[in-house]
């Protein structure tokens, strides 16, 4: 297990940034949702004359933006776009560091097997993804929270 805490650490300032990163996309979309929601113009009144297909390549379609929640769907699939890039970005360099580095063969004939020195950094790479997740969900129930004012964020109708 010693190569999964050191992968561990090898990306901890990446892990660091990223979530950094996501907490300022949150943090100042949520802000200009303050803004905008506060100037009176009623924003899904401006989305609805857009054509229906620009909504849809926008990935707004039926989202309310006048909520809190609506404009957080919006700002989702950017949050995605990020996450996705950054899993691509530690599943590219996992093994091709070793290679570039030139440490692949010595790390290879350790007492170790190569599965488990690859299933290592792959559970490595996981347990980052895992970790920017959940500082990418608690950022955004919470900012969310603070802005939504009191709306029902589960969609549920109230009786």
Same mark, same amino acid.
């Given at each position: 297990?010693? @190569?999964?805490?050191?992968?561990?650490? +090898?990306?901890?300032? #990446?892990?660091?940034?990223?979530?950094?990163?996501?907490?300022?996309?949150?943090?100042?979309?949520?802000?200009?949702?303050?803004?905008?929601?506060? =100037? $009176?113009?009623?924003?899904?009144?401006?989305?609805?004359?857009?054509?229906t297909s620009l909504q849809a390549l926008?990935?707004?379609?039926?989202?309310? &933006? #006048?909520?809190?929640?609506?404009?957080?769907?919006?700002?989702?699939?950017? &949050?995605?776009?990020? $996450?996705?890039?950054?899993?691509?970005?530690? $599943?590219?360099?996992?093994?091709?560091?070793?290679?570039r580095d030139k440490t692949a063969e010595? &790390?290879? @004939?350790?007492?170790?097997?190569?599965?488990? @020195?690859?299933l290592s950094k792959l559970l490595a *790479?996981?347990?980052?993804? %895992?970790?920017?997740?959940?500082? =990418?969900? +608690? +950022?955004?129930?919470?900012?969310? *929270?603070?802005? #939504?004012?009191?709306?029902? @964020?589960?969609? %549920?109708?109230?009786?």
């Amino acid at each position: 297990m010693n @190569v999964f805490w050191i992968e561990m650490k +090898a990306y901890s300032k #990446s892990l660091i940034f990223w979530s950094i990163g996501i907490l300022f996309l949150i943090a100042s979309s949520m802000g200009k949702y303050a803004g905008l929601s506060s =100037s $009176g113009q009623s924003m899904s009144d401006l989305m609805a004359g857009m054509p229906t297909s620009l909504q849809a390549l926008m990935g707004i379609g039926t989202l309310d &933006l #006048s909520k809190a929640s609506g404009y957080y769907g919006v700002l989702f699939v950017y &949050l995605v776009l990020m $996450g996705t890039i950054h899993a691509t970005m530690i $599943g590219a360099n996992i093994i091709a560091k070793e290679e570039r580095d030139k440490t692949a063969e010595f &790390l290879f @004939v350790r007492p170790v097997s190569r599965n488990k @020195v690859i299933l290592s950094k792959l559970l490595a *790479a996981l347990a980052n993804l %895992a970790m920017l997740n959940i500082v =990418s969900l +608690a +950022a955004s129930l919470t900012l969310v *929270a603070k802005y #939504s004012k009191g709306e029902s @964020v589960s969609g %549920a109708n109230a009786s």
